[in-house]
Nanobody, 126 residues
Framework: QMQLVESGGGLVQPGGSLRLSCAASGPTFSRYSIGWFRQSPGKEREFVTAVRANGGSTHYTDSVKGRFTISRDNAKNMVYLQMNSLKPEDTAVYYC???????????????????WGQGTQVTVSS
């Protein structure tokens, strides 16, 4: 069983930056792919970015490419999401999620992830 706890959300002005953290507890963290998803009111939860198991490849949705960076520290059981040049449309609750044995073609699918955090609110507004 893995538990995930997000932190780092808050209110930021357009063009600003935030760094989200996801702390994981449980064995064999390095064997899990970790994803970040977000959900705005009235919208479905959508894929943002993911890093595959064992320090593997990273993947981003087009709208955040060049602005967001995902990274992981397996020694600390941590995953980070650095968000730069934030826009009002980035406003959402951000969730981190973990899944084992996720194949490349499924890395963007919510259903591929077994464990979810409680979410952290990010609000981009002037």
């Amino acid at each position: 069983q893995m538990q995930l706890v997000e932190s780092g959300g808050g209110l930021v002005q357009p063009g600003g930056s935030l760094r989200l953290s996801c702390a994981a507890s449980g064995p064999t963290f390095s064997r899990y792919s970790i994803g970040w998803f977000r959900q705005s009111p009235g919208k479905e939860r959508e894929f943002v970015t993911a890093v595959r198991a064992n320090g593997g490849s990273t993947h981003y949705t087009d709208s955040v490419k060049g602005r967001f960076t995902i990274s992981r520290d397996n020694a600390k059981n941590m995953v980070y999401l650095q968000m730069n040049s934030l826009k009002p449309e980035d406003t959402a609750v951000y969730y981190c999620a973990a899944g084992a044995s996720i194949i490349l073609s499924a890395i963007r699918q919510r259903t591929a992830y077994s464990y979810w955090g409680q979410g952290t609110q990010v609000t981009v507004s002037s």
